[in-house]
């Protein structure tokens, strides 16, 4: 997880320096979060050459920063594994500046089929994730089903990675097909079925706290064409509830 101010617009594919090379924003300050101190020992090897990214070990469920003292915070393939995803989502919405974004995209069980109740009766499901973006005081930007991009990525790049895969040691080689969701996979097959999906939310943290004053600001993120139609009725119906 990650911690940022949030980046300019900017043209499909990205700014670009000579040489191929991507372009970097010296301007900005990157803060990388993991609960584990080997993961973040392994990360910090990836040092900026601008000095601008740091690292340290933190719990998602406390994060170690000030009440509206972030800019952005970016969640990615992580958020299963949170005990509490709501009190996660609460700490987001804590720590964001006023204005401030939260990205997140994830995999969740779609239902309880029999994969679920034999190896994950825990885990979380995609209602349940989506129940909690929405129980929030986070303003609900756009959200995307990426399962049909996931599932024609694993099948356009399979040979490559397989390829990489093989040159592993065999002692991981199991974990890392499924972790990919290669072709072929359990995991390939459950995103195939319908049984699990891939779901990417950007909120953002309102200006306003009253109900009337949410409104007044979901009226106008709706008239700047920021958001849908279906998102706007929805934000609209679950504030109208709290006046």
Do not use: K, M
């Given at each position: 997880m990650s911690a940022a101010r949030p980046p300019r617009r900017i043209a499909r594919g990205g700014p670009r320096l000579t040489g191929g090379r991507p372009a970097?924003?010296?301007?900005?300050?990157?803060?990388?979060?993991?609960?584990?101190?080997?993961?973040?020992?392994c990360a910090s090897f990836a040092q900026s050459p601008r000095?601008?990214?740091t690292w340290m070990v933190g719990s998602a469920l406390d994060l170690p920063f000030a009440?509206?003292?972030?800019d952005a915070i970016i969640n990615c393939e992580s958020s299963h594994c949170y005990p509490d995803f709501a009190r996660f989502v609460a700490e987001a919405e804590r720590v964001l500046k006023p204005g401030g974004y939260f990205a997140i995209a994830d995999l969740r069980w779609v239902d309880k089929c029999w994969?679920?109740?034999?190896?994950?009766?825990?885990?979380?499901l995609l209602h349940q994730m989506k129940?909690?973006?929405?129980?929030?005081?986070?303003?609900?930007?756009?959200?995307?089903?990426?399962?049909?991009?996931?599932?024609?990525s694993r099948e356009l790049c399979t040979a490559l990675e397989a390829k990489k895969l093989r040159e592993q040691t065999p002692r991981t080689r199991f974990f890392n097909m499924n972790h990919r969701a290669l072709v072929g996979?359990?995991?390939f097959r459950l995103l195939k079925g319908g049984h699990m999906a891939y779901h990417n939310a950007l909120m953002c943290k309102p200006h306003v706290k009253?109900?009337?004053?949410?409104?007044?600001?979901?009226?106008?993120?709706?008239?700047?064409?920021?958001i849908s139609q279906s998102v706007y009725e929805r934000e609209q119906a679950s504030i109208v509830c709290l006046i």
């Open positions: 970097v924003h010296p301007q900005f300050r990157f803060v990388g979060l993991d609960l584990s101190p080997a993961n973040i020992q000095g601008n990214c009440d509206n003292s972030v994969s679920y109740r034999t190896f994950n009766p825990e885990a979380p129940a909690a973006l929405n129980a929030s005081g986070l303003h609900t930007v756009a959200e995307w089903d990426i399962t049909p991009n996931v599932i024609e996979t359990h995991c009253t109900p009337r004053e949410r409104l007044t600001a979901l009226a106008e993120l709706h008239a700047a064409g920021l």
